[in-house]
């Protein structure tokens, strides 16, 4: 009987240890709760993945300088393809190839 009293009395002490346990958890989550609201969470939760993407392409650029400068390369000969191909054609050859064009200014005049 001795045997049982006690097993009964640590497991009452084992069992108020988790509840103690269990409602310090909760307070610490209600507080966390209270101090900021669920826009606020979502924000931060939106500025700490954009913080990890930025930092994950500083990294990826710095190991690969090779393929970031033929990407701003490409980029740059894209944005001036038309200046460069007017320098190997001349302005019929040019007409002929894009008549779209020529009829959208034909249309504006």
């Known amino acids: 009987m001795a045997d049982l009293k006690r097993q009964m009395q640590e497991d009452r002490a084992l069992r108020d240890a988790a509840r103690a346990l269990l409602d310090a958890d909760v307070a610490h989550l209600r507080n966390g709760l209270a101090s900021k609201s669920i826009g606020e969470r979502v924000l931060d939760n939106i500025g700490e993945g954009a913080k990890d993407v930025f930092e994950s392409a500083a990294d990826a650029a710095d190991n690969h300088k090779g393929a970031l400068a033929a990407l701003i390369g490409a980029i740059v000969l894209w944005f001036a393809r038309n200046p460069i191909m007017s320098l190997f054609f001349d302005d019929e050859e040019d007409d002929q190839a894009r008549p779209r ?9």
């Open 101 to 109: 064009e020529r009829e959208q200014d034909q249309a504006r005049s």
